[in-house]
C-alpha cells in the first residue's frame, strides 16, 4: 500500500519538473492554424468600400441557414460598395453556424472570410447574432488581394472580385 | 390540323401540323435551348440559339415518291447547314438531332458571343437565380471564353424605363421578347431598337416612357436581367422566396397572382398561369398595386371612440361596443334602422356574412359601394347572361364575335384587352363601338363610333335586326317589359336607327346576322355603356338571348364592373332588392343613396362600412355619417370615413387571409392566404362572424323587434371554408363550389415554373398549384332568366350642351394602390375635353375650367385630347382629388364649360 502511494507521488513529483503541455488559456492563448476557421469577418476593398455586394449567395450556401442578407441599392454619389448593389443587412447567427466555410467559397467578391477569433460565448440567443456592424473590419483594414487560400489554389477570383486587383 | 411525325434525337413524336421544331421536341421531353424564341410570341429566329441539324426524307424528283434505302427506310437528306428550330415547322418523316457534335459546337458559339459584353453581375442580378442565361450557360456553354473580359462594351446602367422598368443594357442579349410582347400582345409598341453593332440597345420611344399597363410582363420574359421591375429591385433573391397563390381583387378580371414572400414580408407579384382567365401575364396595377398589404399606415388593432378620440381598445371590447349599440339601436328602432355598404373587393365569405347578419337583424338596407348621383342599380344581366362553364377566351378565334360596347377594358379591366385583342388576333370578329375611341379599338376588326343620341339607335336597330332573323323569342317572351321593348322597335324603322348611329341599314343587318350565326358570341359592356341606362343594356341582354346560346360555354355577356369582386358582391345579396343568388326579397331595402337620406333624417341610425370610404367622396355621405348615432368602419386604413367612426375594426387584407372571388365571367377562384395578418386584424368574414357571436351574448332583449335571433352555434366558423361550404349549400347557384372542389380544377396550362424542366421559359411564371377556378353553371340554362325590361334610359336634369362622362382610370384614388410604383402615374385631376370644344373657348391643357351643372360647379384644370368627341368632357372621377358628385345629376350629366379667366 505504501509502495502504490509512493510510485504515485513519485509520478506527480516527477512531472513537477516537466515543461507542461497545457496553456494556462485565456491568459496564454494558443496560436491557431493559417487556414483554421473562426468567426467570420466581412472585408473591405483597399479604398474602404465594403467588398459584400449583398448578393446573399452565402446564405444560399449556408447548410446551417445561419446569415441573413436584405440588400438595398447604393446611392450612385456616394456608394458603400463596388457596382448597384450593397447588404442593408448582414447577420450570422454563431449559434447555428457550424463553420464549415461554405460562405467563403461561395462569395464572389471574397467578403466574408472566417478569420481566426474562435471565442464565441454568449448571455443570450440574441447576442449570437452577430450584425454587419459586428462583423465588419474598420475601413483603413481594407485589401485588394485575394485571401491567401485562393492564392494557394491558384484561383482566381470570379469577375466582380476582380474590380480592384 | 393533321398532324404530322417526326422523330427528334431517335424519339418519334407526334405534334399537330404546324407546330416548330422546338415545341415538337418540348413534347418529346427534349429540350432545345432557345434564347428569342417564346410560346406566346411569334418566332423570329433572332438569336440563333435553337440550331439544330435538321432533315427530311428524300424524295426522287421523277417519281415524286420517298427514296428507300436497302433496308427499305427512307433515305434522309440532312440540310447542309444548321437550321433554327424555332422557325421551323415540323414535316412529316422530319429527322431532328438536337445533341450532335456540330450542333454542340453552334450551342457553344453562340453562348460565347452572347456573353462576350455580358458583364457576368450575376451576384447583383435580380433576375439571377431564375435567368435563362444562365441555365442555358450552365447546360449548353462553354467552360471559359476566349474573349477579354477587359475588352466587354459598357454601358451605364441602369437605365429607367419610367418608374416601373429598369433596362440594363449591358446585360441584353437583344432577342427581342420585349420588343414584340409590346408590339404583339399589349399593343403598346412603345419599345424598339437602336443603334447597331455593339451598341445596339433596346431603347423606349414614348413619353413618358414605356408607357404600356403591361411592362412588367417584359420583366418576366426577358431570357435575362436587362428588364428588372423596380418594384423587385435587389430585394431578394429569388431563391428565398416563398410563393403563395392570391387573386387580384383589383379589377374584375381577377388575375391569378403569386405573392413571393420572404419571411412574411412581399417581395414581388408575379402572375400565376391560368390559361382561361390571365394565361401567364398581368397588367402594372396587379404587379406593383399590392404594396398596399404592407403600407406602414395600415390599422392594427380596434379603435373605439371616447370622449371624440378614437383609442385603440381589444378586440373584446370593441366587438361589445358593437354589439350594445347594435342591440340597443335595433331595440328602441328596429331593424330597419341599421344599415351596412360593403366594398367589391371583399371575398365571397365577407360579403355573404355581412348580408346575412344584417338581414338577420332585420335590415335590407344593405348595397355594395359608396352610392353618389352616379351610381347605379346591381347589374343583373352580366349575372344571368354570363358565359357558361368551360368558358376560355384564350380558345377563342375564328368563328367568334365578340361585342365590346361602351367600355374601356384598358382602364377597366386591363387583362381582358389583351384577351379580346388575342380573340381578333386568331381570326375572331370583334367590332367596338363606344363614344370615345379606346385602346381595345386598335385592335377591333370593325369600330363603330356613335354620337350619344346614336348609341341606343345602335344597340336596337342591332336588336330590330337580330328579330328578322331570329326566332328564339320563347324565353324573351316571358320576360316582364318585353312586349313594350318589342312594341317599341317595330314603331321605329331599321333606317331611321341606322341614321341615328351612323351605320347603314346593311352593316346593322349583317352585324346583327354575324352574331347570331357566330359559334360563339360574346358581348362585353363596361362603364360607358352601363351609365346610358338600363335601356342599353337590356337591348343587349335580349339580343344575347335571341342567339339561344346564353349560357353555354364562351356565350354570354361579360360586364366590367369596378371592383375585384363586384359579380361576387351582387351574387352574394350585398344589394337592398335581393339575396344571395338573385333572388328577390320581399321587401326592398334601401339603398346607399336611400341610406344617406334616411340617416339624415334619423331614420337609419347605425350605419356598417366595410371597406368602403364613402365620406371622402361624398358630402352627403359626410352628412349622413354625421348625422348618424353609431358608425362601424371596417378597413385597412383609418380612412375619411373613419372621422366619423364610433368604432373601427381592422380588417386583414387579401393576402392574409383565404377567400373566394367572382370575376367577370362568374369564374370562383380560390385566394390562399399569403402572410399572417397585420397587428391585431382580421379577416372581414371572422369580423362578421365575432359580431354576431357578440350579439348573442348581450342579456338584453331587443324591444319591440323580439329579442336578437342570432345564436352562438350558428355564427360559429372556424375556417373561411365554413362558410365557403355554406355558400355553396345556401346561394343558389353555387352547389359544390367548395374549397376543396376549386383547388382540384387543375393546374391551368402547360408552362412550368423555375425548378421544373422548362428552364428556357425560366421568371415568365408560375405554375399554378391551386386549381384554375369553376365556371358557375349559368343561371340562364334554366329558362329562368329572370330579367325585367324597364327601357329607362339615364335623365338629364336640365339642358346644358356639354355632355359629362365619368372616365374610368386604371390606376385612380384607390387606396389600394397607395404606397406602390404606380403612385407617380395617377394623374391629377382634369377634366379632358375635344380639341374643337378647346378652340371654341381658347382653352388650352392646364387651363383652369369651370363646370357647371344643375346640381353645382367644380372647377378643375382642363386636359385637350385629340380623342374626346366634341360636346364630351371626360371626368376621371375616381381619382382622390376630383369630387364628381358636386356636379353629378346622375350617371351622366350635362354641364356647362367655360374657362377660368384669372383678373
Ligand atoms: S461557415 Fe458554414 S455554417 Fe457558418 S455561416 Fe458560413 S456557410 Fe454557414
Ligand atoms: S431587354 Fe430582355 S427581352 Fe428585351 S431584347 Fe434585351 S434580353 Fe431580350
Ligand atoms: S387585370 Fe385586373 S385582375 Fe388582372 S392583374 Fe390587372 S388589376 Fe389585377
Ligand atoms: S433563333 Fe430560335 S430561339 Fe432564337
Known amino acids: ?165 | 390540323m393533321s398532324d404530322v411525325t417526326l422523330t427528334i434525337d431517335g424519339v418519334q413524336v407526334t405534334v399537330p401540323a404546324g407546330t416548330n421544331i422546338v415545341d415538337a421536341a418540348r413534347q418529346a421531353g427534349i429540350a432545345i435551348p432557345v434564347f428569342c424564341y417564346h410560346p406566346r410570341l411569334k418566332p423570329v429566329g433572332m438569336c440563333r440559339m435553337c440550331l439544330v441539324q435538321v432533315g427530311t426524307p428524300k424524295v426522287d424528283p421523277a417519281t415524286r415518291q420517298p427514296v428507300l434505302d436497302a433496308n427499305g427506310q427512307p433515305v434522309i437528306a440532312m440540310m447542309p447547314k444548321l437550321q433554327t428550330a424555332c422557325t421551323t415547322p415540323v414535316s412529316p418523316g422530319m429527322v431532328v438531332k438536337t445533341t450532335t457534335e456540330e450542333v454542340r459546337f453552334a450551342q457553344r458559339g453562340i453562348l460565347e458571343f452572347l456573353l462576350t459584353s455580358h458583364p457576368l453581375d450575376c451576384p447583383v442580378c435580380d433576375k439571377g437565380g431564375e435567368c435563362p442565361l444562365q441555365n442555358l450557360t450552365m447546360g449548353w456553354g462553354p467552360a471559359v471564353s476566349r474573349f477579354d473580359y477587359n475588352d466587354k462594351v459598357h454601358f451605364e446602367k441602369p437605365v429607367k424605363l419610367g418608374d416601373l422598368i429598369y433596362l440594363d443594357r449591358e446585360r441584353c442579349i437583344l432577342c427581342g421578347r420585349c420588343v414584340r410582347f409590346q408590339d404583339e400582345i399589349a399593343d403598346d409598341p412603345v419599345l424598339g431598337f437602336d443603334n447597331r453593332g455593339r451598341n445596339w440597345m433596346i431603347i423606349s420611344k414614348s413619353d413618358p416612357p414605356f408607357n404600356s399597363k403591361f411592362s412588367g410582363n417584359t420583366t418576366d420574359i426577358c431570357p435575362v436581367g436587362a428588364l428588372t421591375s423596380s418594384d423587385f429591385r435587389f430585394k431578394a433573391r429569388v431563391w428565398e422566396l416563398q410563393s403563395k397563390p392570391v387573386v387580384c381583387t383589383l379589377c374584375p378580371v381577377g388575375c391569378n397572382l403569386t405573392l413571393d414572400m420572404r419571411h412574411d414580408r412581399l417581395m414581388r407579384v408575379m402572375p400565376r398561369e391560368n390559361a382561361a382567365v390571365n394565361d401567364i401575364w398581368i397588367c402594372d396595377k396587379g404587379r406593383y398595386g399590392h404594396r398596399f398589404i404592407e403600407a406602414p399606415d395600415r390599422l392594427t388593432t380596434p379603435l373605439v371612440r371616447r370622449n371624440g378620440k378614437l383609442v385603440p381598445v381589444s378586440w373584446d371590447e370593441a366587438l361589445e361596443v358593437v354589439a350594445d349599440q347594435l342591440t340597443l339601436i335595433r331595440a328602441r328602432h328596429g331593424g330597419q334602422a341599421l344599415a351596412g355598404l360593403a366594398g367589391p373587393q371583399l371575398s365571397n365569405e365577407d360579403l355573404y356574412l355581412f348580408q346575412k347578419l344584417l338581414r338577420e337583424l332585420g335590415s335590407e338596407n344593405i348595397d355594395t359601394g359608396i352610392g353618389g348621383p352616379a351610381a347605379l342599380p346591381p347589374d343583373e344581366i352580366g349575372g344571368w347572361l354570363a358565359p357558361g362553364p368551360n368558358t376560355d377566351l384564350s380558345k377563342l378565334g375564328s368563328g367568334t364575335v365578340v361585342l365590346v360596347i361602351g367600355a374601356d377594358p384598358e382602364e377597366e379591366a386591363p387583362l381582358y384587352m389583351l384577351r379580346l385583342r388575342g380573340i381578333a388576333q386568331r381570326g375572331g370578329k370583334l367590332v367596338v363601338a363606344g363614344l370615345r375611341p379606346t385602346k381595345l379599338e386598335r385592335s377591333a376588326t370593325q369600330v363603330v363610333r356613335y354620337r350619344p343620341e346614336g348609341e341606343l339607335a345602335f344597340v336596337q336597330g342591332l336588336l330590330k335586326a337580330a328579330l328578322e332573323h331570329s326566332s328564339r323569342t320563347a324565353t324573351l317572351e316571358r320576360l316582364a317589359g318585353w312586349k313594350e321593348l318589342r312594341a317599341a322597335l317595330e314603331r321605329v324603322s331599321l333606317n331611321n336607327l341606322a341614321t341615328a348611329c351612323g351605320l347603314t341599314v346593311d352593316g346593322l343587318n349583317q352585324l346583327a346576322k354575324d352574331f347570331l350565326t357566330a359559334s360563339q358570341s360574346l358581348i362585353v359592356y363596361g362603364w360607358e355603356a352601363r351609365s346610358a341606362g338600363p335601356a342599353l343594356t337590356e337591348a343587349l341582354a335580349a339580343l344575347m338571348l335571341l342567339s339561344g346560346r346564353t349560357g353555354t360555354a364562351n356565350n354570354g355577356i361579360i360586364a366590367l364592373l369596378p371592383g375585384g369582386n363586384s359579380r361576387g358582391a351582387i351574387e352574394m345579396g350585398v344589394r337592398p332588392d335581393a339575396g344571395p343568388g338573385y333572388t328577390p326579397r320581399k321587401q326592398r331595402g334601401l339603398d346607399a343613396n336611400g341610406i344617406w337620406d334616411a340617416a339624415r333624417e334619423g331614420k337609419v341610425r347605425a350605419i356598417w362600412l366595410a371597406g368602403v370610404d364613402p365620406a371622402a367622396k361624398l358630402p352627403v355621405a359626410r352628412a349622413a355619417l354625421e348625422a348618424a348615432e353609431f358608425v362601424i368602419v371596417q378597413d385597412l386604413f383609418l380612412t375619411a370615413s373613419a372621422e366619423y367612426a364610433d368604432v373601427v375594426l381592422p380588417t386583414a387584407s387579401v393576402a392574409e387571409r383565404e377567400g373566394t372571388y367572382t370575376n367577370a365571367e362568374r369564374r370562383v377562384q380560390r385566394s390562399r392566404q399569403a402572410c399572417a395578418p397585420v397587428g391585431e386584424s382580421r379577416p372581414d368574414w371572422q369580423i362578421v362572424a365575432a359580431v354576431a357571436q357578440a350579439l348573442a351574448m348581450v342579456p338584453i332583449g331587443g324591444g319591440r323587434n323580439g329579442p336578437i335571433p342570432v345564436t352562438t352555434e350558428a355564427w360559429s366558423y372556424m375556417v373561411a371554408a365554413d362558410v365557403g361550404n355554406e355558400i355553396a349549400a345556401q346561394v343558389p347557384g353555387y352547389a359544390g363550389i367548395t374549397y376543396a372542389a376549386l383547388a382540384a380544377t387543375g393546374t391551368g396550362g402547360s408552362w412550368g415554373r423555375q425548378f421544373d424542366d422548362a428552364i428556357y421559359y425560366d421568371g415568365t411564371s408560375y405554375t399554378n398549384t391551386e386549381g384554375v377556378g369553376l365556371v358557375l353553371p349559368a343561371l340562364a340554362s334554366k329558362g329562368t332568366v329572370n330579367l325585367t325590361f324597364t327601357g329607362k334610359v339615364t335623365r338629364f336634369a336640365d339642358e346644358r350642351p356639354m355632355l359629362l362622362l365619368e372616365q374610368v382610370l386604371a390606376y385612380d384614388g384607390d387606396r389600394h394602390l397607395r404606397g406602390s410604383k404606380l403612385q407617380s402615374l395617377i394623374p391629377r385631376g382634369y377634366a379632358a375635353i375635344s380639341a374643337d370644344d378647346a378652340a371654341k373657348l381658347n382653352i388650352h391643357s392646364g387651363d383652369r375650367v369651370r363646370l357647371i351643372s344643375a346640381a353645382g360647379e367644380m372647377v378643375i384644370p382642363a386636359r385637350v385630347l385629340a380623342d374626346v368627341p366634341n360636346g364630351i368632357i371626360l371626368l376621371p372621377a375616381g381619382l382622390a382629388d376630383v369630387m364628381a358628385a358636386e356636379i353629378e345629376t346622375g350617371p351622366r350629366t350635362r354641364v356647362n364649360l367655360a374657362k377660368v379667366v384669372t383678373e
Open chain 1, 1 to 165: 500500500m505504501i509502495r502504490e502511494l509512493v510510485k504515485g507521488l513519485g509520478t506527480t513529483l516527477r512531472y513537477m519538473f516537466k515543461r507542461p503541455v497545457t496553456v494556462q488559456y485565456p491568459e496564454v492563448k494558443r496560436p491557431v492554424r493559417e487556414r483554421f476557421r473562426g468567426r467570420h469577418e466581412l472585408k473591405r476593398f483597399a479604398n474602404g468600400q465594403e467588398r459584400c455586394i449583398g448578393c446573399a449567395l452565402c446564405a444560399a450556401a449556408c447548410p446551417a441557414d445561419a446569415i441573413l442578407v436584405i440588400p438595398a441599392e447604393n446611392d450612385p454619389a456616394n456608394p458603400r460598395s463596388p457596382g448597384e448593389r450593397y447588404a442593408a443587412v448582414y447577420e450570422i447567427n454563431m449559434l447555428r453556424c457550424i463553420f464549415c466555410g461554405y460562405c467563403e467559397d461561395a462569395c464572389p467578391t471574397n467578403a466574408i472570410v472566417l478569420e481566426h477569433q474562435y471565442e464565441l460565448s454568449f448571455y443570450d440567443r440574441r447576442a449570437a447574432i452577430y450584425t454587419k456592424e459586428m462583423l465588419l473590419v474598420p475601413p483603413d483594414k481594407g485589401h485588394g488581394e485575394p485571401p491567401p487560400i485562393l492564392q494557394q489554389l491558384n484561383r482566381q477570383p470570379s469577375p466582380p472580385a476582380k474590380i480592384d486587383l
